[in-house]
C-alpha cells in the first residue's frame, strides 16, 4: 500500500477510558462485541470433536506425545537448576510486574507455565493434522493455556498480592463483593463494565430526534435535522438485531448520527424490538417486512422516491437479503447502499473460531434454538466472550477480583452489555445462510419468499472493513465487493477494530484508512492491496463526500420529524431500546 496524505474535518475528540484499565484490554472487549455469523452456529460437540481428533492422532502417533513431554522435561530442570531462559513476551500485560524478573518464585512460576504453553504447540505442531483440523487444534488448546496463566490466581499474581498488602485486605473483601453481585445480578458472569455512570437519554444516545412509527417488531427514529438545507433522498440505518441502534449514537463524539444530520442527510434508524420467548417464529421474512415498511414510512415523510440504505453486522445481512428482494420484485427504491464490518462469504479459516464451525454443530445449533424459541442475550454474550478467554473473561477476573478494582466505564462496553435475545427462527434463516453459502450462490437458495440473488442488485455500494476485525475480517469482508451487480463499488479499509472500524470520527490523530481509487475493486483482494493508498485521518469525511454524490439535491429542512400520517412520538432513542 501506498501512502497518500488527506485532510479532513475535525469533530471533537474521543474520549479516553480510566487510566488504570490496559487499553489494550478495551480494544479486545470493543472488538469482541457480538457479532451474528456463523460463530453462532458453534456447538459444544464441536470442541469436543477437536479434543477427540487431537487424541486419536496422538495414539496413532505417540512419539509425538512423548516429544513435548520430554521437552517439557527438559525445561523442567532447567527451570529448577536456574539456566532456564524462557521469559514471557514483553508485550504481554499480564507479566508486566518487576516481580515476574525479579522474584525467584514468581519467575520460576511463569517459567513452568511457558514451558507447559511450548509443550503443548510442540505436540500440535507434530501431529497429522489438516489445516482445519489445525486451526481447531490451536484453537481449543489455547483456551486451556489462558486458563491455566498463574495470574489467574491469587497465589501466583504479585501485583494483586501487593495491592491485598497495601489495601490492608480491603482489596480482598471488595474482589468478593463484585464476585458475589456478578453471581447474583450477572448470571454469573464476570462483568466487562461498570454500568452505572451511564443512563439512555442523559448522557448517551442523545442526539434529538423522534419515535415516528412503531409496531410490535421495531420502531422508527427519525433524527432532527440540524441544518438549513438536507439531502433530497434520505438515509436509513439497518442495525444487527442483536445489540441496540444507539450504538450508532453514543456520545456527541463519536455519534454517526450526529455526523450525518450535522452534514445535511435526512437520517433514520430502525429500533429492533427485544423479542420474548412467543416471539421466536420472527424469522428473516419478517424482519425484511419490517425494513420494507420502514422504507415505505421514511418515503412517505419526506417525500423521497428513493433511499439510501446502511446496514453492518447481521445488520447488512439483512439489508441484503431487503436488497436483493425489492430487486426481484421490480422495487427500485433503493439507491446507495453501505454494508460495514459485515461479511457475507464466509470461509474456513477466516478466524481459528470459525474453523471450529462444523455441519453437525449447525444442525445441533439450529435445533437447540428452535426448541427454545429465543436464545438469550446473556448466553449469547457467555458464548463470545470465551471465545476470546484471555482478553474477554481473564482480564476481568484479574481486574475485578483479585486487584479489587471496579470494571472500566466505557460507553461502548456499556452497549455491549446490553444485549438483547435473538429470535431462533432468525438464528435458524442466519445459519441457513451460511451453510448454503446463499450470498456467493444467485439463484440457489429461497429466503423471505424470494431467490436471493444479489447480482440483481445495482445501487452504488460502499464496503467498509477493519484491520484488526477478529469478528468479521475485512480480506472476509472484501468478497462482497464482487458478490452485487453494482457498477460503482467501493472499499474502504478502516484501522481499527470491530466496532471502532465505524465509531471512528475525525479528531483523532492516530486514525487512517486505504481505498484503491483505480476503478472497481478487483477479485482478488491481493491485488487491490498493491494499488491501495493510505489517507490520514477518519473514513468518515470521505464517505459523507460519496454518500453526498448520491443523495440527491439540497432542499429546505423540514421543521419537525414525522408527518400528518407520521405524527412523531417519544422522543430518541424511543422505548424498545428499555426492553
Known amino acids: 500500500m501506498t501512502e497518500k496524505k488527506s485532510k479532513e474535518k475535525s469533530?471533537?475528540?474521543?474520549?479516553?477510558?480510566?487510566?488504570?484499565?490496559?487499553?489494550?484490554?478495551?480494544?479486545?472487549?470493543?472488538?469482541?462485541?457480538?457479532?451474528?455469523?456463523?460463530?453462532?452456529?458453534?456447538?459444544?460437540?464441536?470442541?469436543?470433536?477437536?479434543?477427540?481428533?487431537?487424541?486419536?492422532?496422538?495414539?496413532?502417533?505417540?512419539?509425538?506425545?512423548?516429544?513435548?513431554?520430554?521437552?517439557?522435561?527438559?525445561?523442567?530442570?532447567?527451570?529448577?537448576?536456574?539456566?532456564?531462559?524462557?521469559?514471557?513476551?514483553?508485550?504481554?500485560?499480564?507479566?508486566?510486574?518487576?516481580?515476574?524478573?525479579?522474584?525467584?518464585?514468581?519467575?520460576?512460576?511463569?517459567?513452568?507455565?511457558?514451558?507447559?504453553?511450548?509443550?503443548?504447540?510442540?505436540?500440535?505442531?507434530?501431529?497429522?493434522?489438516?489445516?482445519?483440523?489445525?486451526?481447531?487444534?490451536?484453537?481449543?488448546?489455547?483456551?486451556?493455556?489462558?486458563?491455566?496463566?498463574?495470574?489467574?490466581?491469587?497465589?501466583?499474581?504479585?501485583?494483586?498480592?501487593k495491592r491485598l498488602v497495601d489495601s490492608g485486605g480491603l482489596s480482598l473483601i471488595k474482589g468478593l463483593q463484585n464476585a458475589y453481585n456478578d453471581l447474583v445480578h450477572n448470571d454469573g458472569m464476570v462483568s466487562q463494565v461498570n454500568k452505572k455512570p451511564f443512563k439512555l437519554g442523559e448522557n448517551i444516545a442523545t442526539t434529538p430526534g423522534k419515535v415516528v412509527y412503531r409496531d410490535e417488531r421495531f420502531e422508527l427514529i427519525q433524527y432532527a435535522p440540524a441544518t438549513d438545507e438536507v439531502y433530497a433522498i434520505p438515509q436509513l440505518t439497518i442495525p444487527p438485531q442483536i445489540n441496540k441502534m444507539y450504538i450508532n449514537d453514543l456520545s456527541p463524539e463519536k455519534s454517526i448520527i450526529k455526523w450525518q444530520i450535522g452534514h445535511g442527510f435526512q437520517t433514520f434508524v430502525i429500533s429492533w424490538r427485544n423479542p420474548l420467548e412467543e416471539q421466536g417464529v420472527w424469522g428473516m421474512a419478517e424482519y425484511v417486512d419490517s425494513c420494507r415498511k420502514a422504507i415505505d414510512v421514511v418515503c412517505e415523510i419526506t417525500g423521497s422516491k428513493n433511499i439510501n440504505v446502511s446496514g453492518g453486522c447481521s445488520g447488512g445481512q439483512t439489508m441484503s437479503v431487503l436488497c436483493s428482494k425489492l430487486a426481484a420484485e421490480g422495487d427500485d427504491r433503493i439507491n446507495a447502499i453501505t454494508m460495514m464490518v459485515c461479511v457475507l462469504e464466509p470461509k474456513p479459516g477466516d478466524t481459528e473460531a470459525s474453523s471450529m464451525v462444523s455441519q453437525n454443530g449447525i444442525t445441533l445449533a439450529k435445533q437447540r434454538a428452535a426448541k427454545k424459541g429465543v436464545i438469550e442475550g446473556?448466553?449469547?454474550?457467555?458464548?463470545?466472550?470465551?471465545?476470546?478467554?484471555?482478553?474477554?473473561?481473564?482480564?476481568?477476573?484479574?481486574?475485578?477480583?483479585?486487584?479489587?478494582?471496579?470494571?472500566?466505564?466505557?460507553?461502548?462496553?456499556?452497549?455491549?452489555?446490553?444485549?438483547?435475545?435473538?429470535?431462533?427462527?432468525?438464528?435458524?434463516?442466519?445459519?441457513?445462510?451460511?451453510?448454503?453459502?446463499?450470498?456467493?450462490?444467485?439463484?440457489?437458495?429461497?429466503?423471505?419468499?424470494?431467490?436471493?440473488?444479489?447480482?440483481?442488485?445495482?445501487?452504488?455500494?460502499?464496503?467498509?472493513?477493519?484491520?484488526?476485525?477478529?469478528?468479521?475480517?475485512?480480506?472476509?469482508?472484501?468478497?462482497?465487493?464482487?458478490?452485487?451487480?453494482?457498477?460503482?463499488?467501493?472499499?474502504?479499509?478502516?484501522?481499527?477494530?470491530?466496532?471502532?472500524?465505524?465509531?471512528?470520527?475525525?479528531?483523532?490523530?492516530?486514525?487512517?484508512?486505504?481505498?484503491?481509487?483505480k476503478g472497481r475493486p478487483p477479485a482478488d483482494v491481493k491485488a487491490w492491496m498493491k494499488g491501495a493508498e493510505e489517507n490520514a485521518g477518519s473514513w468518515w469525511p470521505f464517505w459523507t463526500e460519496w454518500l453526498g454524490e448520491r443523495s440527491g439535491k439540497k432542499l429546505k429542512a423540514p421543521e419537525g420529524c414525522g408527518s400528518k400520517a407520521h405524527p412523531p412520538m417519544e422522543p430518541a432513542p424511543g422505548l424498545y431500546v428499555l426492553d
Open 378 to 517: 446473556n448466553s449469547l454474550a457467555r458464548g463470545f466472550a470465551w471465545l476470546r478467554p484471555n482478553d474477554l473473561i481473564w482480564n476481568y477476573v484479574i481486574n475485578n477480583y483479585l486487584l479489587g478494582d471496579d470494571p472500566p466505564a466505557f460507553d461502548i462496553l456499556f452497549w455491549n452489555a446490553d444485549a438483547t435475545n435473538l429470535s431462533s427462527s432468525l438464528l435458524g434463516d442466519f445459519l441457513e445462510l451460511f451453510e448454503a453459502n446463499a450470498y456467493a450462490q444467485p439463484g440457489t437458495f429461497e429466503i423471505a419468499e424470494h431467490t436471493l440473488d444479489l447480482t440483481k442488485v445495482k445501487g452504488d455500494l460502499f464496503v467498509l472493513g477493519g484491520t484488526t476485525d477478529h469478528i468479521t475480517p475485512w480480506q472476509a469482508c472484501y468478497r462482497s465487493t464482487q458478490l452485487f451487480g453494482s457498477k460503482n463499488v467501493e472499499f474502504v479499509l478502516s484501522q481499527a477494530g470491530h466496532m471502532q472500524a465505524i465509531l471512528n470520527p475525525p479528531g483523532n490523530p492516530k486514525a487512517k484508512y486505504w481505498r484503491n481509487s
Open 11 to 161: 469533530a471533537g475528540k474521543r474520549k479516553s477510558g480510566a487510566a488504570s484499565f490496559p487499553a489494550s484490554a478495551f480494544d479486545a472487549a470493543n472488538d469482541a462485541t457480538m457479532a451474528l455469523g456463523p460463530l453462532a452456529g458453534l456447538a459444544r460437540e464441536d470442541f469436543a470433536g477437536a479434543v477427540g481428533v487431537m487424541l486419536r492422532q496422538t495414539a496413532a502417533n505417540p512419539s509425538s506425545a512423548f516429544k513435548a513431554v520430554t521437552g517439557f522435561t527438559d525445561d523442567a530442570v532447567k527451570i529448577m537448576t536456574g539456566k532456564s531462559d524462557l521469559a514471557p513476551d514483553p508485550k504481554d500485560k499480564r507479566f508486566m510486574d518487576p516481580a515476574w524478573t525479579f522474584n525467584p518464585f514468581f519467575k520460576a512460576g511463569a517459567q513452568y507455565y511457558l514451558a507447559v504453553q511450548k509443550g503443548i504447540k510442540g505436540w500440535i505442531d507434530e501431529l497429522d493434522l489438516d489445516a482445519l483440523e489445525r486451526d481447531r487444534a490451536n484453537f481449543v488448546s489455547q483456551m486451556v493455556i489462558d486458563a491455566l496463566s498463574p495470574t489467574n490466581t491469587l497465589i501466583g499474581n504479585p501485583t494483586a498480592q
